[in-house]
């Protein structure tokens, strides 16, 4: 695992919450504008560690880092990328920021696809399947579809937290995304950093995406580096 310059600072999950919850209700951020910056943040990460891709895939499922997903989605396909969009679970539940940035992405001509097989075709996949709220074992057709990911050859940018990995404890949930490169947001949270994950990160990356310091003096931090 490489460390790109990251903050001492460690969050567990429900700090990680709190901080989010500080940025908007309190430092004024509407959730919407910092969904679409970490979306901005990660496609950047994308073109500097795989410059010259032509094809990406970028897998989804209901939570917020779907949403980030789709904003990588969309900048891909405007920066002229072939992309595939995988959709795990029904889109209806998606959460407002999220169904906004899923309607503007195929506003903008990407469709999403049940099936798995974009995986296999892809330079890049970006795994923006399971966050930061996990808290149970991975199943069902999430879990088929970390394996799958983990199958192909291509690799892998996790959004936030490898899909799989508990942001608290760091331990695999049965089944975990292994990323080559994990781009994480507003704070970095512990769990990337203990038990299991180290082998399922890679290359760590942070971008605060503009978060004020007044939201990060109402929350503490639960440990460092």
């Not at 959730?31 to 410059?51: N, Q, S």
Request: aromatic share 6%.
């Amino acid at each position: 695992m490489v460390n790109l310059g990251l903050p001492i600072r460690l969050y567990d999950a429900a700090a990680v919450r709190a901080l989010d919850e500080a940025a908007i209700e309190h430092a004024g951020v509407p959730g919407l504008t910092l969904m679409t910056r970490a979306g901005v943040a990660a496609f950047r990460v994308l073109c500097r560690r795989w410059p010259g891709i032509e094809c990406i895939a970028v897998v989804c499922g209901q939570g917020n880092n779907a949403g980030d997903g789709y904003v990588v989605a969309r900048l891909a396909r405007a920066a002229g990328y072939r992309v595939r969009v995988v959709q795990i679970g029904d889109p209806d539940s998606l959460g407002a920021d999220a169904r906004e940035c899923f309607d503007a992405m195929r506003a903008a001509g990407v469709e999403p696809l049940p099936e798995l097989a974009p995986i296999d075709t892809a330079d890049v996949v970006v795994d923006a399947l399971l966050g930061t709220g996990l808290t149970r074992a991975v199943e069902g057709p999430f879990a088929v579809a970390v394996e799958r990911i983990n199958e192909g050859a291509a690799p892998v940018l996790s959004i936030d937290i490898p899909s799989g990995i508990n942001a608290t404890t760091g331990q695999r949930m049965g089944t975990s995304v292994r990323a080559a490169t994990t781009i994480t947001f507003i704070g970095l949270k512990q769990g990337l950093f203990t038990a299991d994950a180290p082998q399922y990160t890679g290359e760590v990356a942070f971008d605060d995406i503009g978060v004020p310091q007044v939201a990060y003096e109402r929350v503490r931090p639960t440990a460092s580096l």
